[in-house]
Each structure stands twice: as C-alpha cells, then as structure tokens.
C-alpha cells in the first residue's frame, strides 16, 4: 500500500461547480498536513495547511480525518483558473520527519 | 521575504554528459534543502535532503550526487548523465524548525538525448 494515495482523475467539471479531493494516508503517526497545487510545467505551490478542526481560505476547505486517515480538499464555485493538479501532503515524524507527497489529482475546469 | 532561485531552466544534454544544476535560498539562514524529481506524468521522487552544509543524506542509488558547499546553496551532479535521468527536477527548502512546509524552485527541465 503507498503511504499517500490520491484519486488521479482527471476530474472534469464544469465552472461553479463544486468538487472534493480525497487523499488517504497509511501511517497514523502522521503529524502535518498539506495541499498543493502544481500547474502544468510548473512547480508545486502551497495551497493550505491542513488543520484538525478543518480550515477555509476562500472557496478552498480543508478537513482531516485522523481516525479514518483521510484529508479532504473541497472547492467550491469552481474558477476556470482552478485547473491544475493537487498534491497531497503528508509529514511523518522520523526523529526529524519525513514529507510524503501524493501523486496528485487532475482537475479539468471548463467554460 | 525569502526566495528560492533554481538555474538553468531549462538544459538538454547528451548521455555521459557531465550534469551540474544549482540552487540557491534568499532571505533565511539554516533552512532544509531538498532536491527532488518529476518524470513527465509522475509524482514527485526525493532524491536527497541536507540538513546543513556538508550534510547529505539520499533517499535513492542513482549516478546522481548532491553538495551543500554554504548554507544557502545546493547542488546537484552526475558524472555522466542517462537517458532516464530526464525529468523536472525541483529544489525546496524548509525552516529548520517549527515549519514542514516546503517551498519549491521554478525548476529545471532536464532532457537527456
């Protein structure tokens, strides 16, 4: 089993719609939490932490499910700017700790 | 603010070719380093991280080498370059403490023919 899965879509919606990424984790001394977001050709950006209570920013919310293992990215009002693909990311603690990225979910926004 | 400089863009380089790629941290002191690569359609692959100057540690065998010869700067090599070291590679940095994120180069894009 890989340590971050992600549903690779691609995803295809249309604007204003809304959509959800989910992203399941295997080690559940997982401490931290992220989403990113990576054009084409581009480099990966930060979106958002990913808090325990679950965080917003915008139309972007984020939600963790420690014990079903999961974290969640919910878009809503999609912009046709919003297609990109998004990484799942997930620190584990390893005396230092160790970054696991996802390998990402495509999403398509079109006209 | 800090920033995070990653040169060339872009490189094209025949196999056995020697490989040199450099990156470089603004505004901060002590960060994590990591280099990382992308193959075209794939997730990203940790090729090595440094903790401080002169401390490498690689997560995958490969002909590729990594040398932080100052703080800020980070550098990756290979004596003679194969086809499939083709791909994007990336650099990122993280403050040393307290903060996991990670923040990326604009990247280079490799391409070995």
């Known amino acids: 089993r890989k340590e971050v899965e992600q549903d690779p879509g691609p995803f295809n919606v249309p604007e204003g719609a809304t959509v959800a990424f989910n992203c399941t984790y295997s080690n559940s001394a997982s401490q931290s939490f992220f989403w990113y977001r990576q054009d084409c050709r581009k480099e990966p950006k930060l979106l958002m932490s990913v808090y325990s209570s679950g965080n917003e920013d915008g139309r972007f919310t984020a939600q963790l499910n420690r014990a079903s293992q999961y974290i969640s990215l919910l878009i809503r009002d999609s912009k046709l700017s919003d297609s990109a693909t998004y990484l799942c990311?997930?620190?584990?603690?390893?005396?230092?700790?160790?970054?696991?990225f996802g390998a990402g979910t495509r999403l398509f926004v079109k006209a | 603010s800090q920033t995070i400089h990653q040169w060339p863009a872009t490189l094209v380089q025949p196999v056995g070719s020697p490989l040199s790629l450099e990156c470089t941290v603004e505004?901060?002191?002590?960060?994590?380093l990591y280099w990382y690569r992308q193959a075209a359609g794939r997730g990203l692959q940790l090729l090595f991280y440094s903790v401080g100057i002169g401390q490498i540690s690689s997560e995958v065998p490969q002909n590729l080498s990594a040398s932080r010869p100052q703080d800020r700067q980070f550098i990756l090599s290979s004596k003679k370059l194969l086809l499939s070291d083709s791909g994007f590679y990336l650099c990122a940095w993280t403050p040393r403490k307290g903060h996991y994120e990670q923040y990326f180069g604009p990247g280079t894009r490799l391409t070995v023919t």
């Open positions: 990311v997930v620190n584990i603690p390893t005396g230092g700790f160790k970054t696991i």
């Open positions: 505004g901060t002191s002590n960060p994590n």
